[in-house]
């Protein structure tokens, strides 16, 4: 019994250290991906020809925001005639909140006070109704929903009436989508293919894909290279058709005025960004090849002044006009994804749904 449960212990050694030795090349490979992501943004600002601003994340003041809870979700009962199960979007309006919920296949409206008034939708392939709904959208004549499963982006008037459907290619989650006053916008990319912005126009009755978006803005990048492309984060002004994108886990955004023109990009830098050295790029020395890594950003959302953008336990809050971060607000939620803004109202989710004032806008 011994001698087997040593041989036992020994193949767990072996198979640890072998399992070990893939997950730090893994960890190389990723790093070698993160040094092609810098240099295809800085392709883009040279074939672009825009300014790069450098924004230090430390040097910006700092506010605690107080949330008010308006879904809690352990007071949540399935046996309600309407309950939220697992909310995957939010969007704020002026007197209503939209609560987009993944499990449900349904869009709840609910008041400021956490009241759900009414339930949009329902499981199914037919008009308003949906699969895993992914994402909710909107500008002042639709509602734009991600219907994820069923591969395709559904869009509804004012009144949660069905108007046409946008046919996709099955979109992993992150691949998120952004609409302004006249255009819906999704993220591009294929192995080895150029990757850009896909803009199509809303302002006619049938969805084409258009030439809004600078053509010069696009770079090609391997189907792994997921931390540039894959997980860039577009926000979109619905009160007019410019562009904010962060670009995921690396520490660039880029800003599109009105007319889909790029107009400078963003270099971010401060304790959110981390260097890395690459060891074993035989290409590249210890010495003169670094890459940054910036703490995932979960969500953007912007007006036609402002970008926001959340980082775990903050939102940093970007004058896109002066180009500057003008406040970074803390909070007690460490994981904040789902955001949305109407006025000077945050609608967000953690742990669960919350409000907030920002009165830094202006």
């Avoid at 193949?11 to 893939?22: H, K, N, P, V």
């Avoid at 912007?302 to 803390?330: E, H, Q, W």
């Avoid at 945050?346 to 830094?360: F, T």
Wanted: aromatic share 12%.
């Amino acid at each position: 019994m011994n001698k087997i449960y040593r041989s036992q212990r020994i193949l767990i050694i072996i198979l640890f250290f072998y399992w070990m030795g893939i997950y730090a090349q893994k960890v190389v490979d990723n790093t070698s991906l993160l040094y092609k992501a810098e240099e295809s943004f800085k392709l883009i600002a040279k074939n672009c020809n825009v300014p790069v601003v450098v924004i230090d994340l430390d040097s910006c003041p700092v506010d605690s925001m107080e949330l008010t809870t308006i879904i809690d979700m352990e007071k949540e009962k399935p046996n309600a005639k309407y309950y939220i199960a697992k909310p995957i979007d939010v969007l704020a309006l002026k007197d209503t909140i939209l609560i987009l919920d993944y499990q449900q296949n349904a869009i709840f409206a609910s008041d400021y006070k956490g009241n759900i008034k009414r339930m949009i939708g329902r499981k199914g392939k037919g008009p308003v109704e949906f699969e895993n709904p992914a994402f909710l959208k909107r500008n002042k004549n639709y509602y734009i929903v991600y219907d994820h499963t069923n591969a395709r982006i559904q869009i509804l008037d004012n009144r949660f009436r069905y108007v046409k459907s946008l046919i996709t290619q099955f979109l992993p989650l992150n691949r998120n989508i952004a609409v302004s006053k006249d255009y819906l916008f999704l993220n591009s990319f294929g192995n080895k293919t150029p990757c850009s912005i896909d803009a199509y126009s809303l302002m006619k009755k049938e969805v084409k894909k258009t030439d809004f978006i600078d053509k010069s803005f696009g770079f090609t990048v391997d189907m792994q290279q997921y931390n540039f492309a894959y997980g860039m984060k577009i926000a979109a002004s619905i009160e007019d058709n410019s562009l904010f994108v962060v670009c995921g886990s690396v520490p660039f955004a880029f800003n599109f005025n009105a007319s889909g023109k790029l107009e400078y990009a963003v270099k971010f830098k401060g304790r959110h960004v981390i260097e890395l050295t690459q060891f074993n790029d035989p290409s590249t020395t210890k010495s003169d090849k670094r890459v940054s890594l910036m703490g995932f950003v979960n969500k953007v959302v912007c007006t036609n002044k402002y970008a926001l953008f959340s980082m775990p336990g903050k939102i940093y809050v970007f004058d896109r006009l002066n180009r500057k971060i003008v406040k970074a607000l803390v909070c007690k939620e460490k994981s904040i994804n789902p955001l949305s803004v109407s006025g000077k109202t945050l609608v967000l989710q953690g742990k669960n749904i919350y409000s907030a004032e920002l009165p830094v806008l202006k």
